[in-house]
């Protein structure tokens, strides 16, 4: 799918890392929700 108006390009860890940081509150709270999500199946994933 290629990236439109409609819909951002699909984040990277560390693009998400870096957007901790910005001065964006919009980027950074989907920072955080993103990388709480790939934490959340990286979770499901491992053996206890």
């Known amino acids: 799918?290629?990236?439109s108006e409609e819909y951002a390009a699909p984040l990277t860890?560390?693009?998400a890392i870096a957007n901790l940081k910005?001065?964006?509150l919009s980027?950074?709270?989907y920072?955080?929700?993103w990388l709480g999500k790939?934490?959340?199946k990286a979770?499901?994933?491992s053996p206890p």
């Open 43 to 45: 979770q499901k994933r």
């Open 38 to 40: 790939i934490a959340l």
């Open 31 to 33: 920072a955080a929700w």
């Open 1 to 3: 799918m290629e990236p």
């Open 22 to 24: 910005s001065d964006d």
């Open 13 to 15: 860890e560390p693009e």
């Open 27 to 29: 980027l950074r709270y």
